[in-house]
Nanobody, 120 residues
């Protein structure tokens, strides 16, 4: 299983970005896909997860009501729509594939990360 994250960039406070994670290889339709992020000098933290079938999704409290995770099965792609970005959202964003959960240990496969920088 391979994951390719893209869509990062530099934006101003209040802007929106959509990240994409393209899945390839022997991807189980039952495995979940999650987004994590790691800000400079901080540990990696959970952001959002969506189940394999796409029927269940969960965002962390820090991004709820601003970020939305979704899945397009036909394109084997998971998206993270990020709205009303603020400086605290600056981080490298990673997508991961594995068991539905919020811990890094739930996920077996990881993408390479895409950098999001929010400037004021």
């Amino acid at each position: 299983v391979q994951l390719q994250a893209s869509g990062g960039g530099t934006v101003q406070v209040g802007a929106s970005l959509r990240l994409a994670c393209v899945l390839s290889g022997r991807v189980s339709s039952w495995d979940a896909t999650a987004w994590f992020r790691q800000a400079p000098g901080k540990e990696r933290e959970f952001v959002a997860v969506i189940s394999g079938p796409g029927s269940g999704a969960f965002e962390s409290e820090s991004v709820r009501d601003r970020f939305i995770v979704s899945r397009d099965k036909t394109k084997r792609t998971v998206y993270l729509q990020m709205n009303n970005l603020n400086a605290e959202d600056t981080a490298v964003y990673y997508c991961a594939q594995g068991r539905y959960g919020t811990a890094e240990s739930d996920y077996t496969y990881w993408g390479q990360g895409t950098l999001v920088t929010v400037s004021s």
